[in-house]
């Protein structure tokens, strides 16, 4: 289906006054997993996979901002992605600062975020309009 103004994001969704971080593990975080555990079939298309952490919103969008923003938050994001796989901590890489995270993460961050499926007043959410992710036409 084409994209065109008839298919913009519907006035029910919501943008969020927040900043988002996403986070992708990196081939040497994979390493690490499969080092781990010796028997875990582990399905390496896992990489795809990204965690998506939401942080404050701040004045300005730009390298320095976003280095402030992951000098903060990334002991606790890279805590949160090994205990993930591992809750053993003796078994996590020792990441010290942001040249070692980033050996095992890669960030992407966005200004933007918006939840499409926004919540009506009462707070509830109906299962019966789900969608059909099926590829059937």
Not at 20 to 41: C, H, Q, Y
Not at 84 to 109: G, H, K, T
Not at 111 to 123: G, R
Request: charged share 30%.
């Amino acid at each position: 289906m084409p994209i065109d103004s008839d298919n913009l994001v519907d006035e029910d969704s919501a943008f969020i006054d927040r900043f988002a971080i996403a986070v992708r593990p990196t081939w040497k975080f994979l390493e690490w997993v499969n080092g781990i555990d010796d028997d875990s079939a582990y399905d390496e298309s896992a990489v795809l996979i990204q965690s998506i952490y939401l942080v404050q919103e701040m004045d300005t969008f730009d390298l320095d901002t976003i280095t402030t923003l992951m000098s903060h938050y990334y002991q606790g994001i890279a805590s949160n992605e090994f205990a993930a796989w591992s809750l053993d901590m003796n078994d996590w890489p020792l990441i010290r600062n942001l040249d070692e995270f980033f050996q095992y993460f890669e960030c992407v961050p966005s200004d933007t975020v918006i939840d499409l499926v926004a919540l009506d007043d009462s707070d509830s959410y109906d299962e019966s309009e789900e969608l059909d992710w099926s590829d059937e036409d």
